[in-house]
C-alpha cells in the first residue's frame, strides 16, 4: 500500500496547506494544531529527540519543523482515507508522540476507532501494549501501578526493593546500564586536584519523553 494511491503529496500541498512556518519559541510551535491533531506538539517532540535539547534553535531547525508540520498534516489526511477503505478493528501503532505516529493516533480517536500504542517493557525482551492509551499517559499509570499493587502477593514490597537494588548492583534486567563499565572507586582524572573545591553531582535524566506531551510541565517545574 501506497500513501500515494490515497492522496498525492504535491495535489495536498495545492490544496492550501501552509508551508513555511516561523514560530518565536518553542511554546508556540507546541500550541499549532492542525485541525484535531496537536501538530505543533508532535513536531516539537521529535524535534527535541532529534537535538537532545528541550530548547532546540527553531530558526537553525526551521526546515526540520516545516518537513515535520507538513508530514504530520498529510499523514493526518492519508490515514482518514486509508481508514475509510479498510476499516479496521484496531489500529496499532508506535509510541504515540511523534510526527509519523500522533496523527494516526488523533484520526481514531476523532473517528472512536480502537488503537493501541506499543513501546519497550520494564524488562528485556518485552515490550509494553495499551489499549486506547500512550505509554506515557499519567492516569493510566497511576490505574495500572494501583491494580498492580492491589493484585501483588505478600512480597511485594521486596520484589520493589530488588528494583532498586538491582541497579545499585549493575544487574542489566530492564534496560542498559550506564554504571556496568564503571570502575567502583575511581574517580575521573579531572577530579583529583579538589582540595578546598566542593565537588556537586547532578544524575539527571533526558526531557525527550516528556517535552512533547501535555501535562508533565506541572512536574518538570518543581
Excluded at 50 to 74: C, M, Q, S, V, W
Excluded at 199 to 209: G, P
Aim: charged share 25%; hydrophobic share 35%.
Amino acid at each position: 500500500m501506497n500513501y500515494g494511491q490515497f492522496l498525492q503529496l504535491e495535489q495536498f500541498k495545492k490544496n492550501g496547506f501552509v508551508s513555511d512556518f516561523d514560530f518565536k519559541n518553542i511554546n508556540e510551535l507546541k500550541s499549532y494544531h492542525y485541525k484535531t491533531y496537536d501538530s505543533g506538539m508532535a513536531t516539537a517532540s521529535s524535534l527535541v529527540s532529534f537535538t537532545r535539547n528541550h530548547e532546540p534553535d527553531l530558526l537553525l531547525h526551521k526546515d526540520f519543523i516545516n518537513r515535520g508540520l507538513l508530514t504530520g498534516a498529510y499523514l493526518y489526511e492519508v490515514f482518514q482515507l486509508i481508514l475509510n477503505q479498510i476499516q479496521p478493528d484496531l489500529v496499532i501503532l508506535f509510541n504515540g508522540r511523534f510526527i509519523e505516529n500522533r496523527p494516526l493516533l488523533r484520526v481514531c480517536q476523532q473517528k472512536k476507532i480502537d488503537f493501541a500504542t506499543h513501546e519497550r517493557g520494564g524488562k528485556l525482551n518485552t515490550f509494553l501494549f495499551r489499549i486506547n492509551s500512550i505509554p506515557h499517559s499519567i492516569e493510566t499509570v497511576r490505574n495500572e501501578m494501583e491494580a498492580l499493587w492491589s493484585q501483588a502477593g505478600v512480597d511485594r514490597d521486596e520484589v520493589g526493593k530488588t528494583f532498586y537494588t538491582n541497579r545499585i548492583k549493575r544487574v542489566e534486567d530492564a534496560w542498559y546500564s550506564f554504571t556496568k563499565e564503571q570502575q567502583e572507586g575511581r574517580l575521573p582524572e579531572s577530579l583529583k586536584n579538589i582540595e578546598n573545591k566542593k565537588v556537586i553531582t547532578i544524575f539527571n535524566s533526558s526531557l525527550d519523553e516528556y517535552e512533547g506531551l501535555e501535562g508533565f510541565d506541572i512536574f518538570l517545574s518543581k
